[in-house]
């Protein structure tokens, strides 16, 4: 017997409350790997289109009484084992009939299980976590608990207490079923969910006999579909969805290509608001009834998709969580700064007091709002301190103004006098801003307004001073003018001294006005003057040396200073010249004669000692050798072409140099005569 077509399948499933999965099949045949059992497909909503699964057979979660009635007789006890999946769930393997289910069979449960499994009341969560109470009998939803629920789970304590025994969860090693043959490959094909909305996918091929043995199955799951779900809201074991088999569409929307349709599922994702921590099935419960979820066909692709949003919108999130963090401090920030009761003085305890019930304080965390105290009270000191110095500045401005006008204040009144003043004074008496100015400030005030005072008698002494000084002046400026005709006159030179010039200044006025005044003396201004032209020295020394060059004269060490002066004398530029500066170059021109006299003696001496090292060298390397004894006429026809012999003219110097030679030869002789007796006397 085959299943009925597609169009023929019952009605859909009854609609099931928010958050609650329609039943799965579980997978059949022997136990898999832990690696290979199969997840749980995306959380479905009323309406969902369920995704095609290929099995082989399938029995409903809780059907354990469906598959006893298929077999004849319900499943021993034993037949059940417990295994733990790789994701730490457990399911349940049946080694007679070869199934494993994720629900717990009722020949395993206790009787507080059973009592629990009978209630028509179940719990669920919503998507925010928060419980709620489905009755599959009524179709009924609630936030509330049922009293029926509570009186039961009262029931199931007492049992347990009654037990007095606590099971500890046991995990179960799956046992491997004996050899059993290997059932008849069934090709793949749509899973046979009853649901009455799923369409037949193309090509797929069912054979006739595999239909016929599953058709029972089948029958006794939608029967059990029928009277409702047995479990307490966990969702049912299933194989795992193949990726590359697309959803059938359920609109008429489409787009031109698969970026368009990924663009649309995002947009999808991001106008429901889902947040980048949200699990495919959160997310799936919130955007499966819109009509753009089927714009990607695969379950891969919507995952693909998915994960992208998730990465974009974790960094969205980031950003505007940071944002709002930093909108929360500045607000708080602000209000802080603006805030009355707020001083550079107040302690972070004292404002936590004061604010801590409002928002603006709560929203920012603790280590983020202690930072933001410290710069309101950096930003406060701040401000307090600028006014405090806008306010000094002010009451200083007011009180100098107030001490201007008074003219009964001098440079000699004193504090205690000037506070008389001050409090008869109408316009300090009506401020009370300046009443209460700081007595330092005040005081410093009033002691730069007597040094101005001060500063204006002594300004006018000053103007008596300089007219003093002016007067002082022209007594110096009239002595200055009388040492120019001195040295005019050849009297005064930069050779000249006071004791010689003193009986023809003695005798003038104007050395009798600058007697008795302040200030430089007349012998102080004798010596400026004669300092003046020994500074000329080195200028009027270079005119001296361009007439000599012009005339040709040069000064030797004999050169006399009349005849040194005698020949400057005829040139016109010898008029301006200091007759002092004249005698002092003469006198500089013939120590250089002198030095050059003495530098020429000694290149000679040092000339002279070179051909003496270069005519000994010449005895010493003559072949063959000289010996001791040699006469100087007997070996000097030698030497005669060398040029060490021509460059010593005095035949006296050859013989001297030849004698020292010798004797050298001797001494040398000498040495290593003895330093051989030294050495034969150390071998014996």
Known sequence: MGLPPMSQRPPAIPPMPPGILPPMLPPMGAPPPLTQIPGMVPPMMPGMLMPAVPVTAATAPGADTASSALAGTGPPRALWSEHVAPDGRIYYYNADDKQSVWEKPSVLKSKAELLLSQCPWKEYKSDTGKPYYYNNQSKESRWTRPKDLDDLEVLVKQEAAGKQQQQLPQTLQPQPPQPQP??????????????????????????????????????????????????????????????????????????????????????????????SNASWEQAMKMVVTDPRYSALPKLSEKKQAFNAYKAQREKEEKEEARLRAKEAKQTLQHFLEQHERMTSTTRYRRAEQTFGELEVWAVVPERDRKEVYDDVLFFLAKKEKEQAKQLRRRNIQ?????????????????????????????????DHQLQNMDKEDALICFEEHIRALEREEEEERERARLRERRQQRKNREAFQTFLDELHETGQLHSMSTWMELYPAV???????????????????????????????????????????????????????????????SFDKRAAALDAGNIKLTF?????????????????????????????????????????????????????????????????????????????????????LHTKGRKHGRKGL
């Open 182 to 275: 290997d059932p008849p490959p069934v090709p793949p094909g749509p899973t046979p969910v009853p649901t009455g909305l799923l369409e037949p996918e193309p090509g797929g091929s069912e054979d006739c006999d595999v239909l016929e043995a599953t058709q029972p199955l089948e029958q006794g799951f939608l029967q059990q579909l029928e009277e409702g779900p047995s479990s307490s809201g966990q969702h049912q074991p299933q194989q795992e969805e193949e990726e590359s088999k697309p959803e059938p569409e359920r609109s008429g929307l489409s787009w031109s290509n698969r970026e368009k349709a990924k663009q649309a599922f995002k947009e999808l994702l991001r106008d429901k608001a889902v947040p």
């Open 398 to 430: 007011a009180l100098k103004s107030i001490l201007d006008g008074m003219s009964s204040v001098n440079f000699q009144t004193t504090w205690s006098q000037a506070q008389q003043y001050l409090m008869d004074n109408p316009s300090f008496a009506q």
């Open 506 to 568: 003695s005798t003038d006025v104007r050395f009798a006005n600058m007697l008795g005044q302040p200030g430089s003396t007349p012998l102080d201004l004798f010596k400026f003057y004669v300092e003046e032209l020994k500074a000329r020295f080195h200028d009027e020394k270079k005119i001296i040396k361009d007439i000599l060059k012009d005339r040709g004269f040069c000064v030797e060490v004999n050169t006399a200073f009349e005849d040194f002066a005698h020949v400057i």
């Open 587 to 671: 006198n500089s021109l013939l120590e250089k004669a002198e030095a050059r006299e003495r530098e020429r003696e000694k290149e000679e001496a040092r000339r002279m000692r070179r051909r003496e090292a270069a005519f000994r060298s010449m005895l010493r390397q003559a072949v063959p050798a000289l010996e001791l004894g040699t006469a100087w006429e007997e070996v000097r026809e030698r030497f005669v072409c060398d040029s060490a012999f021509e460059q010593i003219t005095l035949e006296s110097e050859r013989i001297r140099l030849f004698r020292e030679f010798l004797q050298v030869l001797e001494t040398e002789c000498q040495h």
